[in-house]
């Protein structure tokens, strides 16, 4: 069974940076037709993608917030994190992260809530 | 860059067919998806490569897509199917999500 679950602090200040860890399991991050995309969703707000990480090391990121992110992966560890340097309360969001098999996100995890407040 | 557009809502009668339709320009020559979100609840695919469906989704979910505009169609929706739809497209190399459709079955 293939899951994702995220993990990170519920709560961040302005400012601060945020980092992400997706723990994935019934699939490996070296699957050269898997990858792993980070998605967050404002509360009430549409979905908006972030970024993207395949076995190949080949990433991706929004235009959008590119300039503020990071992602990487731990394959030994199954885990893929992101980081979000500067975080504004804009930021507050459901982030997801979700498997990909070729182009389709096809198991998504069950997201973790981030409030950014001072 | 590159935006696909959903309408706001759409309803539907027990029983009959909804269609949810996301437009971009030339979206055909991109494959899409749609993702189906209940309240409270993690984004599922329900559609994948414009009109195929997963293991465990129901036939009454297809899809298609030409031109401009891919569609979700909803035959003999349901109550379960009450939810929030979501297209999304691929943009070099980027993901690129609709605003969203609320499907209300009345």
């Known amino acids: 069974q293939v899951t994702l679950k995220e993990s990170g602090p519920v709560l961040v200040k302005p400012t601060e940076t945020l980092t992400l860890t997706c723990s994935v399991s019934?699939?490996?991050?070296?699957?050269?037709?898997?990858?792993v995309s980070w998605i967050r969703q404002p509360p009430g707000k549409a979905l908006e993608w972030l970024a993207h990480?395949?076995?190949?090391?080949?990433?991706s990121y929004s235009p959008s917030v590119r300039s503020r992110l990071t992602i990487s992966k731990d394959s030994s560890k199954s885990q893929v994190v992101l980081t979000m340097t500067n975080m504004d309360p804009v930021d507050t969001a459901t982030y997801y992260c979700?498997?990909?098999?070729?182009?389709?996100?096809?198991?998504w995890g069950q997201g973790t809530t981030v409030t950014v407040s001072s | 860059s590159y935006e696909v557009t959903q309408p706001a809502s759409v309803s539907v009668s027990p029983g009959q067919t909804a269609s949810i339709t996301c437009s971009g320009d030339?979206?055909?020559?991109?494959?899409v998806c749609w993702y189906q979100q209940k309240p409270g609840q993690s984004p599922i695919l329900v559609i994948y490569?414009?009109?195929k469906r997963p293991s465990g989704i129901p036939e009454r979910f297809s899809g298609s897509n030409s031109g401009n505009t891919a569609t979700l169609t909803i035959s003999g929706a349901q109550a379960m199917d009450e939810a929030v739809y979501f297209c999304?497209?691929?943009?070099?190399?980027?993901?690129?999500f609709g605003t969203g459709t609320q499907v209300t079955v009345l």
């Open positions: 979700a498997r990909i098999e070729f182009s389709d996100l096809d198991v």
């Open positions: 030339k979206l055909e020559d991109r494959y």
């Open positions: 999304q497209a691929w943009d070099s190399n980027t993901a690129v």
């Open positions: 019934g699939f490996s991050l070296n699957n050269p037709r898997m990858g």
């Open positions: 990480i395949f076995p190949s090391d080949e990433k």
């Open positions: 490569q414009d009109n």
